[in-house]
């Protein structure tokens, strides 16, 4: 891992424009044969927080409202409580299968009442599962004579909850172990999902550790705490009609349950219990990822701004991908930018904020069929690479000059 000095950080970096920073580089090419190298800083999309950062900035004393102040600038500390619903995906069977403790209950969501499970020597899972339309049924395995037993129907839907932590039996027979209650949910098909409602707090107790390192600073780890509250305060407020608010990957945050669970992430939650940030009095879009490169990256919303980023690279903060190396085949470019035999390929424009000119914004293919523009992001997916903000390894080439191929779009 390469890491680059720092003389001065600041944190009040002045905030740049994307747009009024944008500029045209100088037209270096790539030769696309056989294998392109392609030169990379940092790990997501860079809006927001950056999760290394945020150790960088902790390790150099800083503290967690300090972190969360530099990167959602003009947003207010606020605070919420409640619960939240999760789908759990790794849950792939038709029901909701849990082992059998004592003190487990079922709740008929469409009554609201609320049964006490038997307990025997012997069984040892409970499940819910479909019946009929709509509707669900509840049975029991006994582990002796190894068979599935009816124990009632209901009209609707229906939860597991009672014990402090239920275990969830995923279809490879593994439990995973989760607080509050383990709910099935019809949305569509016979197929019913599982979801997790539990307190918010109790929540990002198995998120905090999945999306952070559990030895990290307290400052570090608070400051994910509440990065994590507030984004999924966000997605909770605009769930309502849905079935869960969440899901448990990394297309949402990604929680692990009980199971994550560490004594460090456990008080980090603890010591910023409800706290979330606002901007003008509602819950703003807290992202974050694991490293933005040396700059934040612009987005849709006035706390999203793009500025140098010196906590990124800190001396010691760990960051494995701060600057990254990979290479593609000719015919993976060539799949990217159909533009038949690529004669070479090189960013257009960058951002002009941060290291090496900033992020990569625009990205031209010049080959036998034409040449073909793609923005930096459409690169980063169809090639799958950490982030959008790329550079070629160059070598000389007889090219047109930038100005005349950019006029040629």
């Known amino acids: 891992m390469r890491k680059r000095a720092i003389a001065a950080i600041v944190l009040s970096s002045a905030v740049v424009s994307a747009t009024a920073q944008a500029r045209q580089v100088e037209p270096t090419a790539t030769a696309v044969a056989p294998d392109t190298t392609i030169n990379g800083r940092g790990f997501g999309h860079g809006r927001g927080m950056s999760q290394y950062g945020a150790q960088g900035a902790a390790l150099a004393g800083k503290t967690a409202k300090q972190i969360l102040d530099f990167y959602y600038p003009g947003t207010t500390v ?105 709910r099935a949910i019809d949305v569509s098909g016979t197929h019913l999902d599982t979801v997790n409602v539990t307190s918010l707090d109790y929540y990002l107790r198995g998120v905090v550790p999945r999306e952070a390192v559990s030895t990290w600073r307290p400052a570090a780890l608070q400051a994910q705490s509440v990065a994590a509250r507030t984004y999924s305060v966000f997605h909770r407020s605009r769930a309502a009609r849905k079935a869960y608010d969440l899901c448990d990957t990394t297309s949402c945050q990604v929680y692990g349950g009980y199971d994550s669970e560490e004594t460090s992430t456990n008080n980090a939650v603890a010591a910023t219990a409800g706290q979330i940030r606002l901007y003008k009095g509602s819950p703003i879009i807290a992202e974050f990822s694991s490293s933005n490169g040396g700059a934040t990256a612009a987005g849709d919303v006035p706390y999203q701004v ?46 002009g904020v941060g290291p090496s000119g900033g992020r990569a914004l625009t990205v031209q293919a010049v080959g036998s069929k034409g040449q073909r523009v793609l923005t930096a992001d459409q690169v980063r997916i169809r090639l799958h690479l950490r982030s959008g903000w790329i550079s070629f390894a160059a070598r000389p080439l007889d090219i047109p000059t930038a100005s005349a191929e950019v006029a040629g779009r």
């Open 78 to 182: 606020g605070k919420a409580t409640g619960s939240i619903r999760v789908r759990i995906s790794a849950d792939t069977t038709d029901g909701v299968r849990v082992g059998a403790v004592n003190h487990l209950r079922v709740r008929d969501l469409t009554t609201n009442t609320v049964y006490t499970l038997p307990t025997a020597a012997t069984r040892n899972q409970w499940s819910i599962d479909p019946y009929g339309d709509h509707a669900t049924k509840i049975s029991s395995f006994d582990a002796k004579t190894r068979k599935w037993t009816l124990w009632k129907t209901f009209a609707g839907m229906t939860q597991f909850e009672g014990p402090t932590v239920t275990g969830l039996i995923l279809p490879s027979g593994a439990v995973r172990r989760y607080r509050g209650t383990l």
């Open 306 to 351: 793009m500025k140098a980023d010196g906590w990124d690279a800190y001396p010691n903060n760990g960051n494995p991908n701060v600057t990254w190396t990979v290479t593609r085949t000719a015919a993976e470019m060539q799949a990217v930018f159909d533009v038949g035999t690529i004669r070479y390929v090189r960013v257009l424009t960058r951002t």
